[in-house]
């Protein structure tokens, strides 16, 4: 499907538009009420069907207890300062929800299977780096890798397993749902159900800031959790990655991991797999910043009336320099392997680049390996996000 002109950052496609004034009507005929963003109510729902001890399971007093506080504060930031329109509001009550749903799903599945928590992992490797800066196409070659393996975008939305699997179908239907409500969304970045993807999901499930950050204006929130640790986030994000592994069956090869956020939270996340290796993607600064305020903008933008163009542009070039800042120090104090990858480099000639990498990580790359590279190469050079450059120039 061709994506509609987007003649400015904050464009809002028909549907979002119309999505938007159906739920208003549908609120002011009283034919359901505006859910509150409110905790507890919020529980309420999320939570409906399953036990108390479904949310502890095995996580730490300090854990349940981090969640609580994150949802608390995400709240308080959405009601007093993210001035969402009904569409938001409507957002930001399914995530949330659906956040306090798998939490407790995953912990009753835990409670049956405790030992997957915990289950052995090869080293993984992590692809770190602003996003906007090659950090997806690093993954996906390097995941292409039969010798290596990635996080299917399904599983990382929905980490819960099931018998049978439908998460591959569901994410399919909400990708559909997605791309209508923001027809530009596949030149931001390529989708596919069961496409290797990062995990992002794992990360907002606890309700990190990453996945919030990009969609709403929520300062206060931004502030809590820049500020806070970062422990019981990645505490979960090990016991999911590790059940994730089991369930798939690919325990014994390197999980190749990826998320911006990782920029931010590379402390927390070596602390867990203190035997990774590192890749790190570099782009020009201002290509990252242009490209990620465009990104955020195209999420904000159906879900607040109140988007400001210069205050995102601020915004965006405070976090990223947060993110370097943050990068570069744990790099410094890390003793394992890491290789660089420049953006333009990649570009050129990505074969030379992941050359370069394997062998700055100590290890071989076979013929055989390179080829499964090119597939994946291949594939991308046809997905619609290679236009998002000129969709950037084009802006009004």
């Not at 749903?101 to 405790?114: V, Y």
């Not at 915990?118 to 890798?145: K, N, Y």
């Not at 159906?302 to 990223?320: G, I, P």
């Not at 394992?336 to 000639?349: E, K, S, T």
């Amino acid at each position: 499907m061709n994506a509609p002109p987007r003649p400015h950052p904050f464009a809002r496609s028909k549907a979002a538009v119309w999505a938007g004034r159906a739920v208003e009507a549908i609120w002011d005929r009283g034919l359901t009420e505006k859910p509150p963003l409110e905790p507890d109510y919020l529980w309420s729902i999320g939570a409906k069907g399953f036990n108390k001890s479904d949310e502890v399971s095995l996580r730490s007093d300090a854990e349940v207890a981090d969640f609580r506080e994150r949802l608390e504060r995400l709240c308080q930031a959405l009601r007093a300062e993210a001035q969402l329109n009904p569409l938001g509001h409507t957002m930001a009550y399914g995530q949330l929800t659906s956040a306090i749903r798998k939490r407790h799903a995953m912990g009753r599945f835990w409670a049956e299977a405790p030992e997957l928590a915990s289950a052995e992992i090869a080293p993984p490797i992590i692809v770190v780096g602003q996003m906007r800066a090659g950090t997806t196409r690093v993954h996906r070659l390097l995941a292409a890798d039969p010798r290596n393996c990635g996080t299917r975008f399904c599983n990382s939305h929905d980490p819960v397993p099931r018998t049978p699997d439908l998460r591959p179908l569901k994410s399919t239907l909400g990708l559909a749902i997605a791309r209508k409500i923001n027809p530009w969304l596949d030149m931001l970045h390529p989708f596919g159900a069961t496409r290797v993807d990062e995990e992002i999901g794992w990360l907002s499930g606890a309700l990190d800031a990453c996945a919030f950050e990009a969609q709403w204006r929520i300062p206060s929130y931004v502030a809590f959790s820049e500020a806070r640790d970062a422990g019981a986030v990645y505490a979960e994000f090990a016991r999911i990655l590790r059940t994730d592994a089991a369930i798939m069956g690919d325990g014994g090869r390197p999980r190749v991991l990826k998320c911006p956020q990782f920029a931010e939270d590379l402390p927390a996340l070596l602390h867990r797999f203190p035997d990774a290796r590192v890749v790190v993607t570099r782009r020009c600064g201002d290509a990252v910043l242009r490209s990620s305020v465009s990104m955020v903008a195209s999420q904000m933008a159906f879900q607040t009336d109140h988007a400001d163009l210069d205050a995102l542009e601020a915004e965006w070039r405070r976090k990223l320099a947060l993110r370097e800042e943050r990068m570069s120090a744990a790099l410094a104090g890390f003793g394992g392997p890491v290789a660089h990858v420049d953006f333009d480099q990649l570009g050129a000639d990505w074969r030379a680049a992941m050359r370069h990498l394997h062998m700055d990580l100590g290890l071989d790359l076979p013929e055989a390996s390179l080829d499964a590279m090119a597939l994946e190469h291949e594939r991308s050079a046809s997905d619609p996000h290679h236009a998002h450059r000129s969709q950037i120039e084009s802006f009004a």
